[in-house]
């Protein structure tokens, strides 16, 4: 009987929310597919932020991004508090070697070393080689291995044509966004990437087969937050908030089981505490999965949260989730969108063309998600709510001074020497609207 602690394989991808094929889209990642037919898979997975850093951040950390400290990119200037709260300290304590192949984006590529990783492996370019000759090496001991995928982060060679050629006639674009050929050329774009990505996950897949391994290797695999598509990523619906979450291997992560269960990022920390007999450090403030997992309980939240403050600009944002009501608040006097925090693309020029720019945003959003599961109609004015819309403004109110939001005493500046983008997309200055808090409510 193998008495060794199951070794941690976590694979996670750039941009791909839940628009691969097990999550019942039109897009060919067969790899993904099979790793969820053998496993688990989480039809109601969120991330803690759609955004990059503070998503990973999340997961890694099992806190939420205000909390570990991550309010933004890492690549511009946002950092943890405490990189001892990543994980793989954690893991270390536990006898675990630690090693990072590709994207980790919890830090800038030049201080990676601040982490902590026993080793660095290849560049995200290379992150499938590289993961594939470490498994292949047959390391003795427990380990973590992080696998960080570019994929299907958007490429400028992607978007660099507004021409639309025979391979996106078929597509049909995400459910935010119009169907006409630019979007379905911008689907198909991704739909090459998805593929890529799946090529190179059955790249790590297939090394950790032929190494022996595979029975006592937990393999979990993510994604950030949502696609790269406007109203998606960098938004607190669930186009930005929703991910694919798949876990394969021991401890009863097996069996093509899908679970409706409402889970976060944050949860996957604590899980693995209980799966591996570590004990729970103090700061988590996710729950463990396994009572789902092994049928003690059906759900684990009761809600679920999300929060955006910077991307490439200011945006201050916070949401709770629950099965059935969705509640948005925003922490500026801003009326109109932030389109610098959405990714270039044809489908974001179409919009800015069709006057997106001058299109409404407002302050609360209540969504019904049984009957507008598309979040579309703003119901925080109707009087047949309000009583769904006190809750849950008192829900997200106790979550933030529970977590000591920084947002409860104001704007929240950035670090010295970080960088951010106007908010409107028409200059590199730096612009941080005023703040203004909503009557009686974030205090």
């Given at each position: 009987?193998?008495?060794?602690?199951?070794?941690?394989?976590?694979?996670?991808?750039?941009?791909?929310?839940?628009?691969?094929?097990?999550?019942?889209?039109?897009?060919?990642?067969?790899?993904?597919?099979?790793?969820?037919?053998?496993?688990?898979?989480?039809?109601?997975?969120?991330?803690?932020?759609?955004?990059?850093?503070?998503?990973?951040?999340?997961?890694?950390?099992?806190?939420?991004?205000?909390?570990?400290?991550?309010?933004?990119?890492?690549h511009l200037g946002f950092r943890l508090k405490d990189y001892r709260r990543h994980i793989l300290h954690t893991l270390r304590a536990a006898g675990y070697y630690c090693a990072l192949s590709g994207v980790q984006h919890v830090i800038s590529r030049d201080q990676v070393d601040q982490i902590g990783y026993d080793r660095v492996l290849a560049t995200s370019d290379h992150a499938d080689w590289g993961a594939a000759g470490f498994l292949r090496s047959q390391p003795a001991q427990p380990f973590f291995l992080s696998v960080g995928f570019p994929e299907t982060h958007r490429v400028k060679a992607a978007f660099s044509s507004t021409a639309p050629t025979d391979f996106g006639r078929c597509c049909l674009p995400p459910a935010p966004l119009p169907d006409c050929p630019q979007t379905r050329q911008d689907m198909a774009d991704f739909k090459a990437a998805a593929l890529r990505l799946d090529q190179k996950i059955a790249t790590v897949l297939a090394a950790l087969d032929e190494s022996g391994l595979a029975d006592n290797t937990l393999v979990l695999c993510t994604t950030d937050h949502g696609i790269a598509f406007p109203r998606m990523k960098c938004n607190l619906t669930d186009h930005g908030m929703g991910v694919m979450l798949i876990l394969a291997g021991p401890g009863g992560f097996a069996g093509g089981k899908v679970f409706d269960a409402m889970v976060s990022h944050i949860d996957v920390f604590p899980t693995l505490c209980e799966l591996l007999g570590i004990a729970r450090p103090e700061w988590l403030e996710g729950r463990s999965l396994l009572p789902i997992i092994n049928g003690r309980a059906t759900e684990i939240n009761e809600e679920v949260y999300g929060e955006v403050t910077y991307h490439s600009a200011y945006?201050?944002?916070?949401?709770?989730?629950?099965?059935?009501?969705?509640?948005?608040?925003?922490?500026?006097?801003?009326?109109?969108?932030?389109?610098?925090?959405?990714?270039?693309?044809?489908?974001?020029d179409l919009l800015l063309e069709h006057g997106w720019r001058e299109q409404s945003v407002e302050k609360e959003q209540l969504y019904d998600l049984t009957f507008d599961p598309h979040e579309c109609r703003n119901l925080a004015d109707s009087p047949r709510t309000a009583a769904a819309l006190a809750d849950m403004r008192q829900r997200l109110d106790r979550w933030m001074r529970r977590t000591n939001d920084p947002l409860l005493e104001g704007p929240v500046m950035p670090p010295k020497g970080s960088r951010h983008a106007d908010p409107d997309g028409l200059s590199n200055e730096p612009k941080i609207p005023d703040w203004t808090p909503l009557p009686g409510k974030g205090r």
């Open positions: 009987m193998n008495t060794r602690r199951p070794n941690i394989l976590y694979i996670h991808s750039h941009d791909t929310g839940r628009y691969v094929q097990p999550y019942g889209h039109a897009i060919p990642t067969p790899t993904i597919q099979k790793l969820a037919e053998q496993g688990i898979l989480f039809r109601q997975a969120f991330c803690a932020a759609p955004t990059c850093s503070a998503s990973r951040a999340a997961l890694l950390t099992g806190q939420c991004p205000h909390s570990s400290g991550m309010l933004g990119l890492a945006e201050p944002m916070r949401a709770v989730r629950t099965k059935r009501w969705k509640y948005i608040r925003r922490f500026d006097d801003r009326k109109t969108p932030v389109v610098s925090n959405c990714d270039d693309s044809v489908s974001k």
